[in-house]
């Protein structure tokens, strides 16, 4: 980089002193850059082209920088860079806290934090002279375990820009694994230089003994957070600690039945599930009947009163239906109040008896009626209507007897065909209102009361259980309804203010009463954009929302916040309530401060267009509370990652983060008319996808060691996701990969830069492929590269860790390959494999860290 005329600064962060088996994971301030950097570009960019990253021991001790020469650098089986997440700020940006809310399904998504800072923009910041210049850069890439050897740089003509810098800021997350016995001091950096386990929480390495994996591993099983006795632990290892608690979860079911083997079995479950679900009633009514107008098993009638009948049926047979309008109120423990009642009423156009289309579009899918009454031709009907609602191809519904040309009677042989258009209509008979029903795709009304504080915003986001969701959400103070998608900012955590929405609801009234402020809205039940979130009233039942309330009237980080859960009924008419299994509660010893979650983990294939992955398919323990076994949710900062029963060693080990940023001056027209440096935009997304990290569980359960997160899986059987060779499970050639795939589009991008983020110590590869052509392309590979333990050579070189050389384009440097333009709607997918014969591992990552920019490449001007 010298050579080549970039020159670098270095930076330390404070001390990091932590305990063994203890978690460092919070920001760590402002910190100053050089005074002679800030200076040199006070009102100009500079051009960051690289940096590297190291933990080192300083001399003297608390004084990072008075001694470089003397910084010792702190092996990574010392202290594991589990990632980091750093910026550089400039005069128009400052840092802004934001918190990441507790049991979050994306907690920690990749690299998130108990409390996240991010980078934001002044108000001065769009007064400068060139305000494309960003104000703030952030740094991620080739974190974690590999950052201090991975290469954290672009070819020439590319950089990231940094209008007037000032200032740096890190998040690191440490995990000390450095056992006690072989000191945490710089005269003791020759000391053990191998794999020396200490103590390990007995659910590290899935139970299984270290004595019998010596020849498999030569790393902490600490590195990988393993739920434990503190926290999180599994019944299977701690079956007194209530670390984990398991129970049955129940929902409500608006049209239909419930799904075989998901009634109810019991009057008591029954009764206790309608009080759980936040049920807006005065009272419960609970009455156990043989009814065959009542749905089967378990039920609930709000009536008009205010109260609700709970119904344990032993004799039912009709379907549950919530009708056309239904309603639900919820309040947070922050006293935001939510109100929402949906009306359906008109989301189609009915024709009057008698009319068919007789020339329609293709038929997306045909509903039977049951026979030939008046009921079923509205059973078929309204089930068509549903299916169609929910299909962007969906034109309509019509009914359709083939077996009668003349379409003269109704009969047990006509359908309803939902179809993409409808060319002509004609005449028949007649049964129903809606032989012919056309979709009103702007059609239903939504109504939104909320109410809290009059002084201060507060606000409401839907469908989410953190700002991890990046949901939908309605901000209210004295001006109106703010619509925002907050948790957008493009870093793994993804917790932040966020992105404004285009306005779509109508204020009805804005009032304040004894200080509480309460708004009324309506809008369509169809949002005007994907982000805007849609109201499916005939799928939306229960609803979970997370509120919170400021400090003052305008939208920044919250006091305080909460969240709620809103169950959705209709008066007079029967909801079902549906037993969907059993969720868990992570807690910390003793069944206190539990959390529960269920990521949104992408879905599987064929559950719509791309994108979607593997982990719903595999049953990926990460995805719920009820089988998640290790990873981000059990290793929060100060954490102890032993069980309650294993003593915390005295001495601290203490260190501070450093960075070397390499740079250049930013010329905007370095005399050809363009700049000299284009700056790299960041490009993320996780094979992972929506849930941040996953298991890797071992290729096999063995006899006495069953896999935590798949207990019941059968022995001689290899485990979701793995595929294996040999003799297996016990052949000395056994060998098993674990592999995992995600598949989405990207639009008008050229990437320059791509890391893939893999922790130690299994990664066999990271591929992504374009796949536009129906003929995938490979676009990068990633082969790690394990260290093989000669550090007194090689400071970074401990047996087993990773370095994960990137992959880098440039159209004018010959030595490396030319980009590759990926237009809008570039169908991509990535692959992901690791080892797992003897070894599972908890809470892998699988991310593409890139860079890249959003213009085709030019001319070459070869370099």
Not at 123 to 144: C, L, V, Y
Not at 552 to 576: D, E
Not at 745 to 756: D, E, F, K, M, W
Not at 843 to 851: N, P
Request: some cysteine.
């Amino acid at each position: 980089y010298q050579s080549k005329g970039h020159e670098f600064f270095d930076v330390w962060a404070p001390e990091i002193a932590t305990h063994y088996g203890e978690v460092f994971w919070t920001d760590q301030g402002n910190l100053p850059l050089p005074p002679e950097i800030v200076q040199r570009f006070r009102g100009k960019a500079i051009a960051i082209t690289g940096y590297e990253v190291d933990q080192v021991m300083v001399t003297p001790t608390d004084q990072p920088g008075a001694n470089p020469a003397a910084d010792v650098s702190v092996p990574i089986n010392w202290a594991y860079n589990h990632h980091y997440m750093a910026w550089m700020t400039g005069e128009h940006s400052e840092m802004q806290r934001m918190r990441v809310e507790p049991g979050s399904p994306m907690e920690g998504m990749a690299h998130g934090a108990s409390e996240m800072m991010m980078a934001v923009d002044t108000a001065s910041a769009e007064r400068r002279e060139d305000s494309s210049i960003p104000t703030s850069q952030f740094f991620s890439e080739g974190n974690g375990g590999e950052m201090r050897k991975s290469f954290h740089g672009y070819p020439e003509g590319y950089a990231q820009l940094v209008d007037s810098p000032n200032s740096w800021h890190i998040t690191p997350m440490q995990i000390d694994t450095r056992n006690r016995n072989c000191g945490v001091t710089p005269a003791d950096i020759k000391r053990c230089t191998t794999f020396d386990p200490g103590l390990e929480p007995r659910q590290a390495r899935y139970g299984r003994p270290w004595k019998d994996l010596a020849d498999y591993t030569n790393y902490s099983g600490l590195l990988e957070c393993p739920c434990n006795g503190r926290f999180g632990g599994d019944p299977m290892f701690y079956p007194n600690a209530q670390t984990k608690i398991i129970r049955k979860k129940y929902d409500l079911l608006g049209s239909g039945m419930c799904h075989e083997g998901q009634f109810v079995s019991s009057a008591e479950d029954c009764f206790s599930a309608a009080m759980s679900l936040g049920i807006n009633a005065t009272k419960f009514v609970n009455k156990t009947v043989r009814d065959a107008k009542l749905p089967p098993a378990c039920s609930v009638v709000t009536e008009s009163d205010g109260s609700a009948s709970t119904f344990f049926n032993v004799g039912g047979q009709a379907a549950c239906n919530s009708g056309t309008k239904k309603m639900g109120q919820a309040r947070s423990r922050v006293n935001v109040s939510f109100a929402l009642e949906l009306d359906s009423s008109n989301l189609f156009e009915r024709s009057p008896p008698g009319k068919y289309c007789k020339e329609k579009g293709d038929i997306l899918k045909v509903f039977l009626t049951a026979g030939s009454t008046f009921v079923a031709a509205e059973d078929a009907r309204n089930k068509c209507e549903q299916f169609c609602w929910g299909s962007s191809n969906c034109w309509g519904c019509t009914v359709d007897c083939p077996g009668q040309q003349d379409y003269g009677e109704l009969s047990a042989g006509c359908q309803w065909d939902a179809v993409t258009s409808c060319q002509t209509q004609s005449s028949w008979k007649g049964s129903i209102s809606g032989d012919v029903t056309e979709k009103q795709p702007q059609g239903g009304t939504a109504t939104i009361t909320m109410s809290g504080p009059a002084d201060t915003w507060f606000g409401v986001g839907l469908n989410a259980s953190a700002m991890a969701d990046s949901p939908y959400t309605l901000i209210i103070n004295a001006s109106g309804i703010m619509e925002q998608q907050i948790g957008t900012c493009g870093s793994e955590a993804e917790h932040c203010p966020g992105d404004r929405l285009a306005s779509s609801v109508h204020v009805v009234s804005n009032v304040v009463e004894n200080d509480v402020r309460t708004v009324v809205a309506t809008r369509s039940l169809v949002g005007i954009t994907p982000k805007h979130f849609t109201f499916d009233p005939y799928r939306l039942e229960t609803l979970h929302v997370i509120t919170a309330v400021g400090s003052t009237p305008y939208f920044s980080y919250h006091k305080a916040h909460g969240p709620a859960q809103i169950a959705l009924t209709a008066t007079g008419t029967a909801t079902c309530i549906c037993n969907l299994g059993s969720v868990g509660e992570l807690c910390e010893t003793g069944g206190k401060n539990c959390m529960q979650f269920v990521k949104n983990c992408a879905p599987p294939k064929g559950a719509g267009n791309a994108p979607w992955g593997d982990l719903v398919t595999q049953k990926n323990p990460t995805c719920t509370a009820a089988q998640y076994a290790g990873g981000l949710t059990c290793c929060h900062h100060k954490r102890i990652m032993l069980d309650a029963d294993q003593p915390v060693r005295p001495e601290l080990l203490r260190y501070h983060m450093k960075f070397r940023f390499w740079f250049q001056e930013y010329k905007a027209d370095s005399g050809n008319g363009q700049p000299s440096h284009h700056n790299l935009e960041r490009i993320y997304y996780q094979t992972e996808a929506n849930a941040g990290e996953y298991d890797i569980p071992p290729a096999f359960a063995l006899p006495g060691y069953p896999i935590v997160g798949y207990p019941d899986w059968p022995p001689n059987t290899p485990t979701p996701g793995t595929t294996c060779t040999g003799s297996c499970p016990n052949g000395l050639d056994c060998h098993c990969e674990h592999t995992i795939t995600y598949h989405w589009t990207v639009s008008n991008i050229r990437l320059i830069y791509a890391g893939g983020h893999c922790h130690a110590p299994s990664c066999i590869s990271i591929e992504l492929y374009r796949n536009d052509t129906g003929k995938p392309q490979l676009l990068c590979r990633q082969l790690p590269v394990y260290g093989q333990g000669n550090v007194t050579k090689d400071k970074f070189d401990e047996a087993g860790y990773v370095v994960l050389p990137p992959c880098l384009w440039s159209d004018d440097d010959t030595s490396l390959e030319p980009s590759q333009w990926l237009p809008a709607n570039t169908p991509v997918f990535s692959v992901k494999r690791n080892r797992n014969t003897h070894l599972g591992h908890f809470g892998e990552m699988a991310s593409w860290q890139m860079r890249g920019v959003t213009f085709p490449a030019g001319p070459p001007k070869f370099i």
